[in-house]
């Protein structure tokens, strides 16, 4: 798991400030993320699992860069209060083959002459540079994609030509792509992707199951806790055995495509067609196209009505907002027998439990997504109650 207390020379020297719960041991931090928790949702006859932990460093699948200093120096990491880089490319929390990989795409920034983008200058935004971020996701097997945010693709040509150069210094780079975010202001990326190599997927395979990731999906944060999120979530609804599942907020298949199983009918509802179109390569790949559909859609539109009345399980798992009055009325209209609810925010997790007013908590538990930090992921299992 880690060492108990994780030491970081940014922290110290106030450079970073992002993990707020650094130099808190790794016990304590649990400790106090499962008590506020219960705080917040705990009810009667609630049964919670022991969490589930993570490795304090080392966990991250992601890294988001922000890219400034000068193309011969550039700095990848955040930037400070008077908007200068923090180099912060050996980051304890990003997964070691992503540490790895960081200097090397600090050299493509050098090589292609990447000018980074500066966020304070007074100039017009057509001369403040190129390069914004850099985003980089490793996959279980140890493949990467990398995506490099520029404000024009201007640079396009630049990044083709040493893109020979980078597959070779770095030959688990699967994904190369452009993102286009030509706006000055805090987005950290674009709608437009110009993809750079044969592959445009990230293969992650969890297990049994392969997720193909594409560049503007979603996936979580921590690939070991995921497993477990999803392993869980396998377990308990095979004690339900439900025969029509409905999986909304479904991102590129997680839920959906592990609940899969013989004379079972899925569903999944999301709103990012690139998402839909990753779950339905997944779908294909595996084999059960008879047994899951995915459709773009609104989770939270009430056209979806018909589809949660006809469910025996409804699947949620929505951003940290919630699912809002709106939706968990609809959902108290559904007569589904069962909700599973995977929340990234348990206040938004309390509020929704309370609109929920026909279903009682039965079983919960921690996952323990996000190591330094007082965020986690919780999953629990809603029962509906029956009218005596």
């Given at each position: 798991m880690g060492p108990a207390v994780l030491d970081c020379a940014h922290f110290t020297a106030g450079e970073c400030r992002s993990c707020t719960w650094l130099g808190q041991p790794y016990d304590d931090q649990l400790a106090a993320k499962l008590d506020a928790t219960r705080a917040l949702v705990d009810a009667p006859g609630l049964v919670w699992l022991p969490p589930v932990t993570s490795p304090a460093s080392g966990f991250r699948n992601k890294a988001k860069m922000v890219v400034a200093g000068t193309a011969s120096a550039p700095t990848l990491g955040i930037l400070d209060p008077g908007g200068a880089g923090v180099d912060l490319?050996?980051?304890?929390?990003?997964?070691?083959?992503?540490?790895?990989?960081?200097?090397?795409?600090?050299?493509?920034?050098?090589?292609?002459?990447?000018?980074?983008?500066?966020?304070g200058s007074a100039a017009p935004v057509s001369q403040r540079g190129e390069l914004k971020h850099l985003l980089v996701t490793a996959s279980p097997d140890g493949e990467l994609m990398v995506r490099l945010v520029v404000r024009s693709t201007a640079v396009e040509a630049r990044v083709?030509?040493?893109?020979?150069?980078?597959?070779?210094?770095?030959?688990?780079?699967?994904?190369?792509?452009?993102?286009?975010?030509?706006?000055?202001?805090?987005?950290?990326?674009?709608?437009?992707?110009?993809?750079?190599?044969?592959?445009?997927t990230l293969p992650m395979r969890l297990g049994a199951v392969t997720l193909h990731l594409r560049p503007l999906s979603f996936f979580q944060t921590n690939t070991a806790v995921a497993a477990a999120l999803y392993a869980e979530a396998v377990a308990w609804v095979a004690d339900l055995a439900?025969?029509?599942?409905?999986?909304?907020?479904?991102?590129?298949?997680?839920?959906a495509l592990h609940l899969a199983a013989p004379g079972r009918q899925v569903t999944g509802i999301?709103?990012?067609?690139?998402?839909?179109?990753?779950?339905?390569?997944?779908?294909?790949?595996a084999g059960l196209a008879g047994q899951v559909d995915f459709a773009v859609g609104d989770?939270?539109?009430?056209?979806?009505?018909?589809?949660?009345?006809?469910?025996?399980?409804?699947?949620?798992?929505?951003?940290?907002?919630?699912?809002?009055?709106?939706?968990?009325?609809?959902?108290?209209?559904?007569?589904?027998?069962?909700?599973?609810?995977?929340?990234?925010?348990?206040?938004?997790l309390a509020r929704d439990l309370a609109d929920l007013a026909s279903y009682r908590p039965?079983?919960?538990?921690l996952l323990d997504m996000f190591p330094q930090t007082p965020h986690a992921e919780v999953l629990v299992l809603l029962e509906r109650q029956r009218s005596e």
């Open positions: 490319r050996d980051c304890a929390l990003h997964e070691p083959v992503i540490v790895e990989a960081l200097p090397v795409l600090a050299e493509l920034v050098r090589r292609a002459d990447l000018t980074p983008y500066d966020v083709r030509k040493h893109l020979p150069w980078l597959l070779g210094v770095l030959p688990g780079l699967r994904v190369v792509t452009i993102n286009v975010q030509p706006e000055h202001r805090a987005v950290l990326e674009g709608e437009r992707e110009v993809v750079l190599t044969e592959a445009d439900p025969a029509r599942v409905v999986d909304l907020y479904c991102g590129v298949g997680g839920f999301e709103i990012s067609a690139d998402a839909i179109a990753s779950a339905q390569r997944s779908r294909d790949e989770a939270t539109a009430p056209e979806h009505a018909a589809l949660l009345a006809g469910a025996d399980l409804v699947v949620v798992n929505p951003p940290r907002r919630g699912l809002g009055h709106d939706l968990s009325r609809r959902l108290e209209e559904s007569g589904a027998a069962y909700v599973l609810y995977s929340s990234c925010n348990p206040e938004t039965v079983r919960g538990r």
